[in-house]
């Protein structure tokens, strides 16, 4: 299936910002719909936002709706989330996933996944 490589996460205030890359390969990248999902210790992998294969589809879960943007770029085969107004409950560790089919924003539905970027957010 398609590798999915994620990049961008690190420490920062709260308040701030990161920019979360993901890089794909493998079949054409605009036939995917692509997520990004986070886990925090001792919970479960949550959904965070998706994004349909023309980029014109974008939901979001509540906490993070008008905060962070998810977008992608089929020239280049990426996704992107854009996290501002960061949290400390933003505190994760990110997921990149892809699935071959219909946007969705079910973690079961997702086929690929990336190994996952760290976000820490402190108070």
């Known amino acids: 299936q398609v590798q999915l490589v994620e990049s961008g996460g690190g420490l920062v205030q709260a308040g701030g910002s990161l920019r979360l890359s993901c890089a794909a390969s493998g079949r054409t990248f605009s036939i995917y719909a692509m997520g990004w999902f986070r886990q925090a210790p001792g919970k479960q992998r949550d959904f965070v936002a998706t994004?349909?294969?023309?980029?014109?589809?974008?939901y979001y879960t509540d906490s993070v709706e008008g905060r962070f943007t998810i977008s992608r770029d089929n020239d280049k085969n990426t996704v992107s989330l854009q996290m501002n107004t960061l949290k400390p409950e933003d505190t994760a560790v990110y997921y990149c996933a892809a699935r071959w089919g219909t946007v969705t924003t079910t973690p079961l539905d997702f086929r690929s996944w990336g190994q996952g970027t760290q976000v820490t957010v402190s108070s």
């Open positions: 994004i349909d294969g023309t980029g014109k589809k974008r």
